[in-house]
């Protein structure tokens, strides 16, 4: 038979009744379960209840309709069968006024049947249980809520992470107590949280999320699956790009429907592209540089002739994944964004300036247009080593010094080539950040991510190979009038 349909209320822990010493309630047949639970009180007197229930009762009776004869025949064996087919979760019997002891013959039909069977003491009205069942729904309902929005609280705040989708996953899989995946369009695991499950759930998972994944009209936005061991649900993100968020738990609490879709539309919003502009202008973009136009003529496509690039690195040791890249960037404005090994970069329209951005290290770069592109990406970086030096949460490239607006563009090039020439890659870096931050060992090896001693050999062989007195500050100025040529 199939299960009942309960009623739409919180489920009270049958234990819970029972420990309310105010209602001194016994139970005195079937099974101890501690898991058992009520949806409802409700009373009746009827020899057979069962159209009169929903599922999930606890029925109350004072055993007005036993007839004298009940114990000698199959009365309390059709009685108890019924309440059970009907979905009842226990059955109360008041002593008194009608029955001073509960009939033997109920008690072993509740044991044969595994229905609980409890006694209600002569001083306790059925109105007091009902009252008590409400109370203790109450007291559900309001742990329910309250689990739900402390669920939403930290779900919101893992959104706002560095590592946003990992952080809504692992936010999940701890407040279900079970397992969080987000799938991506291919169908392949893009992020996972939470307890590890058998490899069955996670290919019955991964099938429910295919049944989920848009392939047309009618296709469901979600879907469950339940066995003994675990309960499955799948959900499709409404960003319509084919992501689907897979959740596996070891059961089903109320509420976590609820707290499962809060970060379905949080992980919706992390993983859909962010539209400041037009998809297919960008697209057109992409296509002319690839055959051979000028940044210059494509810009206008993107959004604009003065750009600014940003770079940012996340304050965890964790690198930069593709979705916590586009999340930084729909913050920032700009729908253009790079992962570059630990660093992001971000492509702005000249406009407001940027703002700093929880849990990132930004470098922005001076003003630019098109044909500055190259030059704007060296400043943003010089730009973050600084901020990372400094601990600052953004530092902006500064206005070029007047000194250089009054040499030639072309003889400070060839000055800064000739001056550092007997220098390698690595030693001009390590130099340049070194001055910008005033000959600060420490901070340079921030920077730089390498020992200070590091830092002091690099310094050391620049001057030798330059063969310069680095305290002298007129070699100084010199030295960094050549090393802010782009």
């Known amino acids: ?139 559900a309902r309001h742990a329910e809520l309250r689990r739900v929005t402390e669920a939403q609280q930290s779900l919101a705040a893992a959104a706002s992470r560095p590592d946003p989708v990992p952080s809504v996953l692992r936010q999940l899989a701890q407040r279900v107590g079970g397992w969080a995946v987000l799938y991506g369009p291919d169908g392949v695991e893009v992020a996972a949280a939470g307890r590890l499950v058998g490899t069955a759930a996670r290919e019955a998972l991964t099938g429910l999320a295919e049944v989920v994944r848009p392939s047309g009209p009618g296709t469901p936005t979600s879907a469950s699956h339940a066995t003994a061991e675990v309960h499955l649900a799948a959900y499709s993100l409404g960003a319509g790009h084919g992501f689907v968020l897979g959740v596996a738990a070891p059961q089903r609490d109320p509420g976590d429907h609820t707290i499962a879709s809060v970060a379905a539309v949080l992980l919706s919003l992390l993983t859909g592209e962010h539209q400041s502009g037009s998809g297919a202008a960008r697209s057109s973009a992409l296509v002319r540089l690839l055959l051979g136009a000028r940044a210059q003529d494509v ?81 943003a970086g010089r730009a973050l080593a600084r901020a990372r030096a400094t601990r600052a949460g953004l530092v902006r490239y500064g206005a070029r010094p007047a000194l250089a607006d009054l040499v030639p563009e072309a003889d400070a090039e060839a000055h800064a080539r000739a001056l550092l020439a007997p220098l390698a890659p690595t030693l001009t870096e390590t130099l340049r950040t070194w001055l910008s931050l005033h000959g600060s060992w420490d901070r ?29 500050p007129d070699v100084r100025m010199e030295l960094w009038f050549a090393l802010r040529r782009p």
Request: glycine share 8%; net charge negative.
């Open 1 to 139: 038979m199939p299960d009942p349909a309960v009623p739409p209320t919180p489920p009270v822990p049958l234990a819970a009744l029972l420990a309310r010493e105010d209602l001194g309630l016994r139970q005195i047949a079937g099974p101890a379960d501690p898991s058992a639970v009520v949806h409802w009180a409700h009373t009746s007197e009827m020899a057979d209840p069962y159209p009169y229930l929903l599922g999930g009762e606890l029925l109350l009776t004072a055993g007005v309709h036993i007839p004298e004869a009940a114990g000698s025949g199959t009365y309390f064996d059709d009685y108890v069968s019924r309440i059970v087919a009907a979905g009842g979760a226990a059955l109360g019997f008041g002593v008194a006024p009608v029955h001073d002891t509960v009939p033997r013959a109920l008690v072993a039909a509740c044991d044969s049947y595994e229905l609980p069977l409890i006694e209600v003491p002569p001083r306790t009205t059925f109105s007091a249980v009902a009252r008590a069942v409400w109370q203790l729904m109450a007291q």
């Open 444 to 472: 340079t090896a921030v920077a730089l991510d390498v020992h200070r001693n590091t830092v002091r050999q690099r310094i050391a062989k620049c001057a030798a190979l330059l063969e310069v007195d680095l305290d002298d």
């Open 299 to 379: 810009a206008p496509l993107l959004g604009g002739e003065r750009w600014v690039v940003v770079h940012a690195r996340p304050d965890t040791l964790a690198a930069p994944d593709p979705v916590a890249a586009s999340a930084l960037g729909a913050a920032l404005g700009s729908p253009l964004v790079d992962v570059a090994r630990e660093v992001v970069r971000v492509l702005l329209p000249a406009g407001p300036e940027p703002a700093p951005q929880p849990g990132w290290t930004l470098g922005v770069s001076a003003v630019a247009g098109p044909r500055e592109w190259a030059a704007a990406d060296v400043q």
